[in-house]
């Protein structure tokens, strides 16, 4: 029982190793190039360290069969009331576990808000590379809470880079700083645009405040590299999910209720527009992209069979799976998969309801339709997988798959419990 709010895909090993990483230990055996010049022990900082792309970022790093000839030491910041912690402590002592050894874990309480916590982190961990997904993540509250989304996502990357640079100017020390970008910043699209993939150069049109706060961070990390020469880079990444997604996000929220109504503890889903459309791929493969990214140089250096170039500055990548769906075909296809047949969406009061024969399943309630909505996303991998080497390697119907079974596991777990409670 211990293992089981672990997700099967949170747990990296040699098997699935990324061909870039098996071939950063034969490129440097071909040319003898010695462990300092690259630094394979390497520390690094992860803000956000318990959402989700922090939870599998740590478990990757943290894995040395997979990150070998890599060593990490990894450090966190973590809010004082975050949620998630136990999943990462469980991720703790099931890698000591199963490494039989302490794995390098440390955590920081604090904020990235907070420019005096940053400095002093910053300055103490010394980190080699730095993750920044600290952040509001969530498009519909930011619509309430504008302010705030905007603090924390441009004013927390503000902190970061200057507490950066100013670590650069006291110790001669450069720092990797990985900053996570969204699709969100492409926003609305155009009749003409509708049909594009969404590359790099695709034009911003944001539709929220969440997206507009990512926009001024994106143009702050190419200040600080034109400007500084700092090594820093983005990915705009398009959505990216797993069990670890917070059920606030459709696909969990969709997961999670199926489920429960298939072991009958909840009557039906709540949920908003059924007609945008996702491109979903997996958290796993987009943190070993995050990798990939902030070790851009490193990793050209080994698919080009030549030296590393860190003049070179650094750039910015999609990762997307170049595919996407509607809201709704997630919705029939989970519940399909869970068992429900005679599918069918009906309309009751102006609103779609998706039912099963006599019974409503899911329904659409306007409190979840959002003031602004970006109808359509699909991105354009094409420029890192050529440059890096990264693919998707798991496809919707995987992550789909992975996530029911991972729900259902969850509501068995949520029936006994309440079965307990009536003893
Ligand atoms: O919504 C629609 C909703 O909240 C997806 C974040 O990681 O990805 C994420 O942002 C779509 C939207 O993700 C419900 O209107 C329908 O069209 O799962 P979501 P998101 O807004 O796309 C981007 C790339 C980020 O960067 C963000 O940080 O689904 N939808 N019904 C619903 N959405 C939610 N949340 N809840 C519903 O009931």
Redesign the pocket.
């Known amino acids: 029982m211990e293992n089981f709010l672990l997700p099967k895909s949170l747990l990296f090993n040699d098997s699935s190793k990324p061909p870039i990483i098996q071939g950063i230990k034969e490129w440097q055996e071909r040319h003898k190039v010695e462990d300092y010049k690259i630094g394979y022990n390497r520390v690094a900082l992860i803000t956000g360290i318990t959402g989700q792309d922090g939870i599998y970022l740590t478990a990757m790093l943290l894995s040395p069969l997979f990150m070998a000839p890599f060593v990490y030491q990894v450090h966190g910041i973590v809010r004082k009331n975050s949620a998630s912690l136990p999943i990462l402590i469980n991720l703790q002592e099931t890698l000591e576990r199963q490494q039989g050894r302490k794995v390098s874990l440390t955590l920081h309480y604090g904020d990235v808000t907070d420019p005096h916590f940053m400095q002093q982190t910053i300055h103490s961990v010394k980190p080699d590379e730095i993750y920044n997904f600290a ?1 509001q ?4 509250h930011s619509f309430f809470m504008p302010s705030h989304t905007i603090d924390v996502n441009f004013k927390g990357l503000v902190n970061i880079c200057q507490a950066a640079l100013s670590l650069s100017f006291a110790y001669q020390r450069s720092v990797r700083i990985f900053h996570a970008s ?3 910043m492409f926003g609305q699209t155009t009749a003409q645009q509708s049909d594009s993939l969404m590359g790099e150069s695709f034009p911003f049109n944001p539709a929220s405040p ?1 997206a507009v706060s ?1 926009i001024a961070s994106y143009y702050l990390v190419r200040y600080y590299r034109s400007v500084y020469q700092m090594r820093i880079s983005t990915a705009i ?3 990216h999910e797993s069990p670890l997604r917070h059920e ?4 969990r ?1 969709i997961t999670k209720g199926v489920a429960r109504i298939k072991l009958g503890i909840q009557e039906k889903l ?5 007609y ?1 459309k ?1 491109d979903w791929g997996h958290a796993r493969d987009f943190v070993r992209g995050f990798w990939i990214i902030n070790n851009q140089e490193l990793v050209k250096g080994v698919r080009n069979d030549s030296g590393i170039d860190s003049r070179q500055p650094f750039e910015d990548y999609v990762i997307a799976t170049s595919w996407s769906m509607p ?1 709704l075909d997630f919705l029939q296809e989970a519940f399909k998969k869970a068992g429900f047949g005679q599918l069918q969406l009906m309309r009751d009061n102006g609103y779609e309801q998706l039912c099963s024969g006599e019974r409503v399943l899911a329904k659409v309630d306007p409190k ?3 003031p602004g ?2 109808p359509m ?1 699909r991105g354009d991998p094409s420029k890192i997988e050529s440059e890096l080497g990264w693919k998707a390697e798991i496809q919707i119907e995987g992550l789909m798959d992975e996530m029911l079974e991972y729900d259902e596991q969850v509501a068995k777990l949520e029936m006994l419990v309440r079965e307990r409670a009536k003893l």
């Open positions: 952040a993540t969530h498009v519909q969204t699709s969100e969440y990512k990444s398009f959505n606030s996000f459709v696909t929220k709540l949920v908003g527009n059924l945008a996702r809201v979840f339709l959002r909505e970006v996303l």
